[in-house]
């Protein structure tokens, strides 16, 4: 019977994200909606509707719209978030890797892919180079991974027994560019050592294979 139970419950919250998703992707295709709208459209009660919304809402997906009318009291509408575009299928990497096989296809352009890789990893140094002063290189290792953590790179630091330290990224937002382009991953390298101040020795590379990328600092 607990076994039945259980099984039930996970029948249900699939069905919760499945009719979850369905929203979304009305909302990202219609635009505002009211409850009546998607009741319609999902063969499901303005209860329900209601429901799953404040869910969504919750989960920082919705946007919630009170409408104000002559008469009588206000309608619910809903739309998507600015966070919630982050749901929906990117293609980044390919139009980033376009750009770049036109400039590398061109003997007169070729040299700029350089120049733009190495003038990225300028930016971002000047960008967090301030969250770097006056601290400890341990201080510095793990805001580097605070960086990284934000720009989605699952990255988790293990200090070692002679005193250095382990940064791992489990994730690679540039893997695509930087398989076709170690510039990315060179840049990156130059960025972490001006960073921390101290010697930084890449040992695995998600680009080329591994399993992570692991630099080994200090």
């Known amino acids: 019977m607990k076994t039945a139970s259980a099984a039930g419950g996970r029948a249900a919250s699939q069905g919760d994200h499945s009719t979850r998703e369905r929203i979304l992707m009305l909302l990202k295709t219609e635009g505002r909606m009211y409850a009546g709208d998607l009741s319609s459209e999902l063969s499901l009660t303005e209860m329900a509707i209601r429901r799953h919304m404040y869910a969504l809402e919750s989960e920082g997906s919705v946007h919630i719209v009170s409408i104000r009318q002559a008469m009588g009291r206000p309608l619910h509408a809903y739309e998507l978030t600015a966070e919630a575009d982050e749901l929906f299928p990117k293609n980044y990497h390919l139009l980033a890797l376009d750009l770049l096989d036109e400039l590398a296809d061109d003997p007169d352009t070729a040299a700029l892919i350089d120049r733009m890789f190495e003038g990225r990893k300028k930016k971002l140094q000047l960008r967090y180079e301030t969250r770097m002063a006056g601290k400890s290189l341990a201080d510095k290792v793990s805001e580097l991974a605070a960086i990284q953590n934000a720009g989605g790179y699952m990255a988790e630091v293990e200090p070692q027994s002679d005193g250095s330290y382990m940064l791992?990224?489990?994730n690679c937002p540039i893997?695509?560019?930087?398989?076709?382009?170690v510039q990315a991953c060179t840049c990156e390298l130059?960025?972490?050592?001006?960073?921390?101040?101290?010697p930084v020795a890449r040992t695995e590379c998600l680009a080329k294979g591994g399993g992570k990328c692991s630099y080994h600092i200090g």
């Open 175 to 181: 893997a695509q560019v930087a398989g076709k382009y």
């Open 190 to 198: 130059s960025l972490f050592e001006a960073l921390l101040d101290a």
């Open 168 to 170: 791992y990224e489990y």
